[in-house]
């Protein structure tokens, strides 16, 4: 489906600009900045909760010793498979 965005003239040049920088149309350009935006903010939410966690001395200490968990289970992993395969 297609619909019609209005966007400030600055922001078409810019758009503008990077599809003709990857030589793509403008409307997949203007997919991959959304999707650079969505993902930032995801990345940003995340750094948010991480700081928080730290900021609850029970809660980070619940979080590394998880990862320790995890770290030693992998590690486990790897020493049945080069086991199995005979190193």
Excluded: F
Excluded at 43 to 51: H, N, Q, T, W
Excluded at 65 to 86: P, S, T
Aim: net charge negative; glycine share 2%; proline share 3%.
């Amino acid at each position: 489906m297609a619909d019609t965005v209005r966007i400030k003239p600055e922001a078409h040049v810019s758009l503008t600009k990077i599809a003709r920088a990857k030589h793509i149309p403008l409307v997949e350009a203007l997919s991959h900045v959304i999707e650079s935006y969505e993902r930032e903010a995801m990345i940003r939410a995340m750094d948010a909760a991480y700081a928080a966690l730290q900021e609850d001395p029970k809660a980070w200490a619940e979080e590394l010793a998880e990862r320790e968990l995890w770290e030693n289970a992998q590690a486990v992993d790897c020493l049945a498979a080069e086991e199995a395969e005979g190193k």
